[in-house]
């Protein structure tokens, strides 16, 4: 299993910027997933996929909603992926999860298809 610890979350202004970080740690043995992802998830709606990585950084998949917004990458020597989260709109307030795909290199969407979650970090947008 693999254990995910999000961070980075707050409030802000529409047009503002975050960063979250997500850090994978596993214990006893090398993390083995090859695929990262952020998803979201806002009162009342489903979670859905907000962006995704392979560890290599070598291929990355975004929401249309986040293209040209949002920037996903990672730092394999670290296992910490990060969303990089610029012009900020107040759909984009939800719960941000972090999700670890533990085999397999497809960027699925699916949450189904990832096997270990973090806790959540809010992200609030005013207007």
């Known amino acids: 299993q693999v254990r995910l610890v999000e961070s980075g979350g707050g409030l802000?202004?529409?047009g503002d910027s975050l960063r979250l970080s997500c850090t994978a740690s596993v214990s006893g043995r090398t993390l083995s997933s090859n695929v990262m992802a952020w998803f979201r998830q806002?009162?009342?709606k489903e979670r859905?996929?907000?962006a995704g990585i392979?560890?290599?950084g070598a291929w990355?998949?975004?929401a249309d909603s986040v293209k040209g917004r949002f920037i996903i990458s990672s730092d394999s020597a670290k296992n910490t992926?990060?969303?990089q989260m610029n012009s900020l709109r107040p759909e984009d307030t939800a719960?941000?999860?972090c999700a670890a795909k533990l085999s397999g290199i497809e960027v699925s969407t699916t949450p189904r298809d990832f096997g270990s979650w973090g806790q959540g970090?809010?992200?609030t947008v005013s207007s």
């Open 48 to 50: 859905e996929f907000v």
């Open 42 to 44: 806002a009162p009342g």
């Open 81 to 83: 992926v990060y969303l």
């Open 12 to 14: 802000v202004q529409a």
């Open 95 to 97: 719960v941000y999860y």
């Open 121 to 123: 970090t809010q992200v």
């Open 54 to 56: 392979r560890w290599s």
């Open 60 to 62: 990355t998949r975004y």
